[in-house]
Structure formats: C-alpha cells, structure tokens
C-alpha cells in the first residue's frame, strides 16, 4: 500500500520537466486557490488541504457553475467515493463507500451545519433539499466516518452543503431555464447592504421536471414540481462577533409510480402517487473570535417537513441546538462542543406503511473532543477524538477516531486513520409495518404452500423495538500532493467492516381472515467488508484547458448470520459498483466563450441487475452581453435513456432516465 502511494506521488516528478511558476500559467492560479481553500468540515475547524487527515474533495462554486447540473444529487456524481444514482425523475440514491439504497442511511448530509438527516426512515429526501446552485460558495464532501465530530449516521461520509455569505451576493440576478426534460426553471436573486456590516440575500426558484421512462417505453408518473423561497443574512456585530440568520419555505410535489399486493389474481396492483412537499427552516448561529485560534460558537435551528402521500403521510419537527470552543494550549489544538436534538414525528397510516406509535417524541444528547497534537512541529501531527452521545433507542454510543499526519515539505502529505463510527436506528427500524408482495401460498415455496385457507399470503416487514446499533470500523490510508503547479493528485485506499447491520428474518404466519400475513421482522443478522481505491487528480493542460477526473474501485462482501434467510437487505447491500470513472474538460475559448465535457462510466450492479453505462454530458456558455450569459447543456447524451438503480424499498418501478437538452438565460447587474 505504502509503496503504491509513493510511486503515485513521485512518477509526476520523475516524468516532468521542472515545475512551472504560476506567473507562467495563469490557469495554473484556479488549481493554487483550491489547494488553498480552507475546509471546516473535517475537523470542524478551519484548515487546508494539505493539513487535513481525511479524503476530502471540495466543489467550487466554479464547479457548480460549469457542470451543467441542476441538482445536488447530479453535482455529487463528481466526487470519488460517492455512489449516486436516479431512481427517478426526483428520488436518487447517494451513498458513500458502499451500502446504498433509497434511504442510504449512513451518510450525514449537513447545509450550513444543519443536518438534513431524516430520523424516520434515515437517510435524506432529496426532492425537498433543492437551493439555488448559484448561492453555493462550495461542497465540502469527507469519504470515511466523521463520527468522532459529527456523531451517529456519519458512518461513511459527510457532505456539508455551504452557502455564500451574503456580502457576496450583492446586486440582482434572474435566471430562466427551458428544456426537454425541465420544461421551465425560474430563480431569483437580491442581494442588499442594510448596514455597515449587515447584509441581506432574498431569492426565489421554482421549477418543473418531466417523467421518466419506463422498462416498456411509456412514461412514468414521476413528475416533480416545487417552489421555494428564502433569505440569509450576516451581521458583523463588530471586530469578533457574527451573527448568521437564515431560513427558506417551500412546496411542491413529486410523482411516483410502485405496485402492492393484492388478494386476489394478479395478486398485484400499480398504484400512481404524487406526494405533497412542503416544509421549511430557520438556522441562527453566533461566533465570538478571541484569536485565529479561538472561537466559541452557538447554533440552533429548527425544521419542518410534511409528506403527503398514498404510502404514508407523514409530518416531521426538529430542534437542535449545539455549542462549540475551539482554543489553542501550548502545541494541541482543541475543539470540543455539546449538543441537544428533540425530534417529532406523526404519521398517518397509508396504502401499504403505518407506524406502531403512529407518533413518537425523539431525544439526542451528544458531546465530543477533538485534539489535534504537534508530535512534530510542521512535520508529523497526531489526530485523537471521541464523541459520546444517548439516543432513546439503544443509550450511550461512543465513536473514537485516531488519525496520524505527515507532512514532509509543502505540497505534500500522507495521513492514516483507524475510526468507529455507529449508525443508530431510525423510527422505521423500530416502528415500522410495511405490507409487500402478495401471493397464492401454493405458489410459495416451503413451508408456506401448505398453509391452508384463504390459500394468499402477504408478506409484511415489521420493525423490532430490540434493532441494535450498525457499526463499523473503519482502516484508511491516503496522501495528496502537487509535484507541479498545474497538477494536483491524490489516493485514498479503504477498508471497512460492518457489524449488526439491517436485515430481517421470517416469523410464525399469521391468519388474519382474509390472508396469511407472513410477518419479516427487522433485526441485525447481516455483516459486511467493504475495501477500495479512490484516485483524483486536477491538471491544468494549457492555460485555457482544464481536466478533472476521479475514479473508484470497490467491494462489498455482505454475509448473513448463521440461520437467517431473508436475502433482501443482502442484495441491497452488495448493489455498489466496482468501477466508477468520471473526467471533466473545460475549456476557456476567450473571455466570452467556455466549453465543458463531462464523461461518466459505472460498471454493473450485480446484485439488483442493472447494466453499467458511459454517459456525456456537455455544456456551452456565452457572455454576449456584459452581465448577460446563455448557456446550452445537454446530459446523458449517449443513450436515449438509461436504468441506474433498483429501489429496494416500496418496490417502486424501475425508472429509466432519459437524455436531456436545456438552455438558459442568466442576467446579474
């Protein structure tokens, strides 16, 4: 491992001629601002690239901008180590490092600080978490457990959505959209100085996206439609305190189209759905600086979510508050913090989900040290922290982390890891009945075809109020490096071993009348080992060309506990793909004209049977007017359209998503 790390990191300067000056190469400057970027998400304080002992990719706001992308699922694609499919027109997968699903419930998804985490279902609903992409200042995105800092459900990875600070995004800016598949895309920005230090963003954006396709050619029900609007303000109060306020509101619904069972032949029925979002939040945060090594801060938010839809409605309520003081002692680094969260749910009982309370009030206390240690100075440092937190479900879990820096010259460093990290159970895990396939039971193989009348069984899943805790530890090793100005690269090689993960097994059949429910109760027999290589690399080429690429090898090995026969979740769990390659090309033509490439390929999914694709999307932008900019992007334009996921929750169709033509029109004075 050592060794192919290092000869990734010496062969660019063995091969090249001599390191060139940014003066010679002015694109050169974009690569040194990203390794200059400061990062907060890794170790909840401010720090560089090259001092941050984690797999960390950042999005600019310059990525965002050239993507072509209109959603943050599709930015995500980008990144090494994510595994992101569509499901349909407006539900993805995201996952990090394996283990996806619909509802991927170990990845914690913060914006701002603010954890997007659904403690129903876990897992995050992308369809609600929309935002105006330009508002954007980066996406920082950490590959491997953040649990030591963030807690529970950052298992494999974090995402930290951070938007601009409102000072940044004074002036006006309007932006239309048109296209085949998004038939309109309207937002709104203003943003206003009301005092010395005191700025105000307001912004609108409402949109529309058509259907799928299904396997058979006919379009799904799948459409998405929302609006939202929202504000953010920043206040400096003076030299050392900041004040942050900031919320949104929005509606809109999203179409679905899955089967149920039915007790009579064809023992199926297609049920379409269109789902009612509405929602919104309001984030306050206070910072007190006492020196550029010490800062306390207070932050607390509360959110609010209502789904209305034909499987279950549901209406969610969050409060969180949370602490943190970050300080200097001699040569440790510290940052500690506390935190409290108070969730509530109400659920009505749907066509194929109910809850058993229908409703349930949700505490969490948690609390975490992180201390980074000068073993030597500007040379080898020593990463310790743990967090500790109580949950209703399970009660104390504690997550440690130890990670060990090198830095040996400028440019260059090497850092190893050894982490556990814990997924805690969702209301879904305890509380759930969700009622499947139906089937005659002399269709069923044994025991079950000799269950006598009514002869059909429906099989149901059902939560168990013992779930126990997910966990995982998890061995890292990587090392990032710029043998040259114009070239950046980095490697990060994994392993990861799962304990008690989600499964279910079979119970006693039950006669209810009219069927015989086979009851499937949730429980912890499943085990896993995931392992992989994740490569990046930027590469100014000439002055106005730029290339990005990133690739991944993985594997998932996902074994049953002696006696458990459910296979579900163990499909689910090895439905990752072993290759992942992604480049980007972005070319400069003149001041006034840009090109981008984007090139995409994903192996198989074995386990759920979907083919691999290679994919092309494009994009064209033209600055034909001061502040007037059009834009002509196409997406998946390989194929007329193609499958990328199986659903393993709601037996949802499958939906394949079509290639895509938009153009837009953007004006910022």
Same mark, same amino acid.
């Given at each position: 491992i050592c060794c192919l790390l290092a000869c990734?990191?010496?062969?660019?300067?063995?091969?090249?001629?001599?390191?060139?000056?940014?003066?010679?190469?002015?694109?050169?400057?974009?690569?040194e601002q990203l390794? !200059?970027?400061?990062?907060?998400?890794?170790?909840?304080?401010?720090?560089?690239? $090259?001092?941050?002992?984690?797999?960390?990719?950042? =999005?600019?706001?310059?990525d965002i901008r050239r993507s072509g992308a209109e959603t943050i699922p599709d930015l995500l694609r980008m990144v090494p180590g994510l595994q992101v499919a569509s499901i349909n027109a407006n539900v993805w997968a995201v996952t990090a490092r394996g283990l996806n699903s619909r509802y991927a419930s170990k990845l914690l998804v913060l914006q701002d600080g603010r954890t997007l985490y659904n403690h129903l279902f876990s897992g995050v609903y992308w369809n609600t978490?929309?935002?105006?992409?330009?508002?954007?200042?980066?996406?920082?995105?950490?590959?491997?457990?953040?649990?030591?800092?963030?807690?529970?459900?950052?298992?494999?990875?974090?995402?930290?959505?951070?938007?601009?600070?409102?000072?940044?995004?004074?002036?006006t800016m309007v932006s239309a959209t048109i296209g085949t598949e998004e038939p309109y895309a309207l937002q709104a920005r203003q943003g206003v100085q009301l005092g010395e230090g005191t700025f105000l963003r307001l912004f609108a954006k409402a949109f529309g996206r058509d259907s799928g396709t299904l396997p058979s050619g006919q379009d799904d029900s799948d459409d998405w439609r929302q609006m939202r609007v929202g504000f953010r303000l920043d206040h400096d109060i003076d030299l050392n305190d900041r004040f942050l306020l900031e919320g949104d509101l929005y509606r809109g619904d999203a179409g679905e189209t899955f089967e149920t069972g039915t007790l009579t032949p064809p023992y199926r029925a297609t049920l379409t759905d269109d789902t009612e979002? *509405?929602?919104?939040?309001?984030?306050?945060?206070?910072?007190?600086?006492?020196?550029?090594?010490?800062?306390?801060?207070?932050?607390?938010?509360?959110?609010?979510?209502?789904?209305?839809? =034909?499987?279950?409605?549901?209406?969610? !309520?969050?409060?969180?508050?949370?602490?943190?003081?970050r300080f200097r002692l001699?040569?440790? !680094?510290?940052?500690?913090?506390?935190?409290?969260?108070?969730?509530?749910d109400d659920t009505r009982q749907g066509a194929i989900i109910s809850f058993n309370p229908a409703s349930d009030n949700l505490n969490l206390w948690t609390a975490f040290i992180n201390d980074r240690y000068e073993l030597i100075p500007d040379l080898l440092n020593l990463i310790a922290g743990a967090q500790v937190e109580h949950n209703d479900f399970t009660g104390f879990e504690w997550q440690p982390t130890v990670r060990l820096l090198y830095?040996?010259?400028?440019?260059?460093?090497?850092?190893?890891?050894?982490?556990?990290?814990?997924?805690?159970?969702?209301?879904?895990?305890?509380?759930?009945?969700?009622?499947?396939n139906t089937a005659p039971t002399t269709a069923l193989p044994p025991p079950w075809n000799s269950l006598g009348a009514p002869g059909v069984a429906q099989f149901s899943l059902i939560g168990s109020s013992r779930f126990k805790t997910e966990k995982a530890w998890t061995f890292e090793l990587g090392?990032?490096?710029?043998?040259?100005?114009? /070239?950046?690269?980095?490697?990060?090689?994994?392993?990861?071993?799962?304990?008690?993960?989600?499964?279910?097994? $079979?119970? *006693?059949?039950i006669n209810e009348g009219d069927r015989w429910l086979i009851p499937v109760y949730g429980?912890? !027999?499943?085990?896993?080992?995931? $392992?992989? /290589?994740?490569?990046?690399?930027?590469?100014?080429?000439?002055?106005?060309?730029? /290339?990005?690429?990133?690739?991944?090898?993985?594997?998932?090995?996902?074994?049953? @506990?002696?006696?458990?026969?459910?296979?579900?979740?163990? =499909?689910?769990? @090895?439905?990752?793909?072993?290759?992942?390659?992604?480049?980007?090309?972005? =070319?400069?033509?003149s001041h006034d004209w840009e090109w981008d490439l984007w090139l995409r390929g994903v192996s198989r999914l074995e386990s759920i049977d979907v083919d691999g694709y290679l994919t092309l999307d494009t994009r064209v932008g033209w600055t034909f007017r001061p502040n007037w900019q059009l834009e002509i992007a196409g997406r998946n334009l390989l194929d007329a359209h193609h499958s990328e996921f199986r659903s393993d929750a709601l037996q949802a169709e499958s939906v394949e998503i079509d290639r895509s033509l938009t153009a837009r029109l953007t004006w910022s004075f």
């Open positions: 990734l990191f010496t062969l660019p300067d063995l091969l090249a001629p001599a390191p060139l000056k940014a003066a010679d190469n002015p694109a050169s400057l974009d690569l390794m !200059q970027v400061e990062v907060t998400t890794a170790a909840r304080q401010p720090q560089g690239l $090259y001092d941050t002992a984690a797999a960390v990719f950042v =999005i600019t706001a310059e978490k929309d935002l105006v992409l330009e508002d954007i200042e980066r996406i920082e995105v950490i590959r491997g457990p953040g649990a030591a800092l963030w807690g529970a459900n950052a298992v494999n990875g974090v995402i930290n959505i951070i938007t601009k600070n409102a000072a940044d995004t004074l002036g979002l *509405t929602g919104g939040h309001l984030l306050g945060r206070w910072q007190r600086i006492f020196s550029a090594d010490s800062d306390l801060a207070l932050q607390a938010f509360y959110d609010r979510a209502r789904n209305q839809d =034909i499987g279950a409605g549901q209406t969610r !309520q969050t409060f969180d508050l949370d602490l943190q003081h001699d040569r440790h !680094q510290l940052v500690w913090g506390l935190g409290f969260r108070h969730y509530r830095t040996p010259k400028p440019f260059f460093s090497f850092w190893l890891a050894v982490s556990r990290s814990a997924r805690t159970p969702s209301r879904a895990d305890t509380s759930i009945d969700l009622r499947q090392g990032r490096c710029q043998p040259r100005v114009d /070239l950046y690269l980095e490697a990060v090689l994994f392993h990861s071993r799962y304990h008690d993960l989600r499964n279910a097994d $079979y119970g *006693t059949p429980g912890n !027999q499943l085990d896993a080992r995931t $392992y992989g /290589l994740e490569l990046a690399a930027d590469w100014v080429v000439r002055p106005w060309w730029k /290339l990005q690429g990133a690739y991944t090898w993985m594997n998932v090995l996902a074994e049953l @506990e002696s006696g458990a026969a459910y296979q579900g979740f163990l =499909i689910a769990a @090895e439905a990752t793909p072993h290759h992942q390659l992604s480049v980007r090309s972005s =070319i400069d033509f």
